[in-house]
Structures are given as structure tokens and as C-alpha cells.
């Protein structure tokens, strides 16, 4: 089955740490994205990347970091910078092609105490 | 105004009822139309996905678009309660699908 895996389902981490978290695609898309959820809010974009190797800054990339070695990963890095970690975390990904709909993992939920 | 305003609900209707969930915009750039079904504690999956204006059905549900008044809809006919979830719109101008500006969703249950 094509998809996008998100790992792990729920993240527990005390704050100052930095956490990663997971996602792979074996869908064969070349663009991928991370997007954040909090109640109340629409989703904003943090971190999206086009090709390997090449990313770019969503809207609220302050505190993030990804990395995108691989077409089938696109990691992200919450930092202990970023001052309200603790969220729901969708990575989603894209045929390239201009406005092509997202294709969504199942999420990440973190927490931060 | 925000770009995209969609009323959060809770909406709550009786099993068989139609519903109708709505967004206004206010970017007359934007061409591409989408809507999304969330499940708690899931990803958003794609339902519909519209090219300017006009409608479309797929089954028991019908997607329109209405870019003179700056408005899309979506009706769900002859509703299930496995139709109970977020429902969220999503919409952009031509360009990359980083793009995307996304309603804040509206939580509907759909009562047996």
C-alpha cells in the first residue's frame, strides 16, 4: 500500500530537549511538507521541500529544522527554541506539478512538559 | 479579514439529514478549491478537489464553487454517522501547492 508513514503516533519529551520527528512516502512524490495543527487553528506551514536536498521556510519555521537526504524522507526537528512545541504534526507530500492536492501521514502528536 | 473563514460548527444532525458546509475567501487569486475529511487523531484525506468554478458530485457528495461571490460549498446527501469528523477547505492561487491556505476546519456528528 502507497503512503505516507508518520512515527511515532504520540511523543513525550521534557522541555529543552530537541525531538525528531518521522516521515517516509513511498508514494515516488518529489515535494513533501510539514504542516502544524492546534485546536481552533487551520494548518500552518512550517517546512516544505520540492526536490533532495533543497528546502524551503513555511510560515512558522522559527524553532524547526528538516533535512531532505533522501526523496522517500523528510524529517523535522522540533528544537528547544521553539517556545510552544507541544502540537498535532502532519507531514504531507506531492506529485510534482503545480497545485496538486496533498496527499496527508497520520500525524504526530507532541507533547512537551 | 482572514483569507479563508470557515465556521468551526460544532455542527450536529440527525442520521439521513443533508448538510452543507461552507467557506468564504476573500482572494479573488485563487483558483484551486479542495476539501478535506479528518478523522480524530488522523491525517486530513483529500475529498474533493476543484478547478475554478462550477460544481461536482462523487457519490453522496457535491462540491461548488461560486467565485463571484467568493464562496465554496460542501453538501454531504442522505449522511452516515461515519461522515462525523472535521471537515476543513483548503483552496489556492496557480503556483506551488506550498501555496495552500486551509479553512480551520468545522467538526460535524451525524446522529443515529
Known amino acids: 500500500d502507497g503512503g505516507i508513514t508518520q512515527s511515532p503516533k504520540y511523543l513525550f519529551r521534557k522541555e529543552g530537549q530537541n525531538v525528531t520527528l518521522s516521515c517516509e512516502q513511498n508514494l515516488n512524490h518529489d515535494a513533501m511538507y510539514w504542516y502544524r495543527q492546534d485546536p481552533g487553528q487551520g494548518l500552518r506551514l512550517i517546512y516544505y521541500?520540492?526536490?533532495?536536498?533543497?528546502?524551503q521556510k513555511g510560515d512558522i519555521a522559527e524553532g524547526y529544522s528538516v533535512s531532505r537526504e533522501k526523496k522517500e524522507s523528510f524529517p523535522l526537528t522540533v528544537t528547544s527554541a521553539q517556545k510552544n512545541p507541544t502540537a498535532f504534526y502532519l507531514c504531507?507530500?506531492?506529485?510534482?506539478?503545480?497545485?496538486?492536492?496533498?496527499?496527508f501521514g497520520n500525524g504526530t502528536r507532541l507533547t512537551v512538559t | 479579514q482572514k483569507e479563508v473563514e470557515q465556521d468551526p460548527g460544532p455542527l450536529s444532525v440527525p442520521e439521513g439529514a443533508i448538510v452543507s458546509l461552507n467557506c468564504t475567501y476573500s482572494?479573488?487569486?485563487?483558483?484551486?478549491f479542495m476539501w478535506y475529511r479528518q478523522y480524530s487523531r488522523k491525517g486530513p484525506e483529500l475529498l474533493m478537489y476543484?478547478?475554478?468554478?462550477g460544481n461536482k458530485e462523487d457519490g453522496r457528495f457535491t462540491a461548488q464553487v461560486d467565485k463571484s461571490s467568493k464562496y465554496i460549498s460542501l453538501f454531504i446527501r442522505d449522511s452516515q454517522p461515519s461522515d462525523s469528523a472535521t471537515y476543513l477547505c483548503?483552496?489556492?492561487?496557480?503556483?506551488?501547492?506550498?501555496?495552500?491556505?486551509f479553512g480551520k476546519g468545522t467538526k460535524l456528528t451525524v446522529n443515529p
Open positions: 504531507a507530500s506531492t506529485p510534482q506539478g503545480l497545485n496538486s492536492p496533498l496527499h
Open positions: 483548503a483552496m489556492s492561487s496557480p503556483g506551488g501547492s506550498e501555496k495552500l491556505v
Open positions: 521541500s520540492q526536490i533532495v536536498n533543497d528546502f
Open positions: 476543484t478547478y475554478s468554478s
Open positions: 482572494n479573488s487569486a485563487f483558483q484551486y
